[in-house]
């Protein structure tokens, strides 16, 4: 990381984060057919109705976009549905989009890295 | 009614061949789960499964008739073929007229299906294989069974995912009971080891990467396997009169649907299905000692499996040994509630309970006793072998000591 942040402006990596949120708000927007306007940052995945198959097909479309790999079981992903989101258990990954965003980014930019190094 | 009892069992599995290596594996815990090495692995997440590997189809087929077969329709009836002789059955034309051949399997030929769209979309080839349809129809294995026994009565194959298997067993032994044929071969087979099965199975987010650790609060999920179970079923009258070896009378069976949830498990559901296998074999809960789990390693469904358990059992739920087979045998899909009816059958001839194997650690989630990684001798009048599909579909199968 360290190596990445010296080696990009600081604009281009601000204008790559406003991509990220408007690329990952429209992915779960889609997959849960719901207006994009509706998700903001703050918008808890929980409260939009979402069931397990469906956070892994958000997974599954965030991965597509930015050809990353996001490490999730399928029991988190049921944590992370409404259906089961009372249940407890360990801390979840991510809990808002933005952190869904925060996590893409993180795993954007540690894809671009070693490029960045050379 | 008649009665219905297992006069043949045969098994082609992740430990073994045999019916004798097969039962000694599941009582050794010893795990069939290891590196993948039948298919190439390199774009693969998920290096283990629980292969077959001591089987050569040179030994079993000519390679005229092999050229017709897919892996999951050789591993059908060389199981088939196992139960018949095991059940010393004699294949009159009297018998093969009435005969039913039922066989699950959740899916079909996948390995030539990924072989020839390999060879399609990969390798731009111009045609496929003209065998290619009649080796991976999802009918293959039973037409196959049918073909090479000569059995000609009520013949099918049941897809219900991982229940597959067991409502195979469960049509048969229905049938058998009615009297619409004496004797039936029935079980179940699968071959989804394939680079596209995989695939779609780390996509759903449930595979282990290490091993399956049924019931076990360290479980990391499940992992694939392949194989075949098949049996001989027939009237208890008839096997009597012939003297054939008798393993265990099958006396209910169960189904329901969940109609919730295309994969995750349902308790209600799955222990509505579990009372009425109890009501179909006329016992009740107490007289249950022994429930050969679906319990495939996976966070939720051996959770959920357990709150089934103390809905269908109430308070006998904490008298009763449960355990899996995954962790020796991986989840054979198809195959899976066939194999598992295998080693229940064999735990009721044998008075003996398999154990979950890979055990580590108790989970509050699941809190019955699990015969964690050693056998346990025991005696067992009744038991019952589950089966929780994706899909919704649950199937349960009751049998008796002979």
Redesign the interface.
Known sequence: MAVLESGVDQTEAAGNAVAVIDDVRSIIAKSLNIPVERLTPETRLDELGAESLDVIEIVFGLEEKFDITIPLKADEATRLAAADNKSGGPEMPFSTVGDVADIVQKLVDAKVSPKVAQ | MNRVVITGIGVVSPIGSTREKFWSGLIEARSGIGPITIIPTERLNTKIAAQVLDFDPAQHFDPKKLGMLDRFAQFAVVAARAAVQDAQLDITEEIALQAATIVGNGAGGMNTLDDSYFKLYGQNATRAHPLSIPRLMANAACSQVSMDLGLKGPTFTIASACASGTHAIGQAFQMVRLGQTPVALAGGTEACITVGTIKGWE????LSTDTCRPFSRTR??LVLGEGAAMFVLETRERAVARGAPIYAELSGFGMSADAG????IDPDGAARAMRAALIDARVNPEDIDYVNAHGTG???NDKGETIALHKAFGASAEHLAVSSRKGVLGHSLGAAGALEFAATALALHHQTIPPTANYEEADPDCDLDYVPNTARNSPIQNAMSSSFAFGGLNAVLVLDRA
Do not use: K, P, S
């Open positions: 996509a759903l987010r449930v990391t999920g949830d295309i994969t995750a996976t966070a939720l």
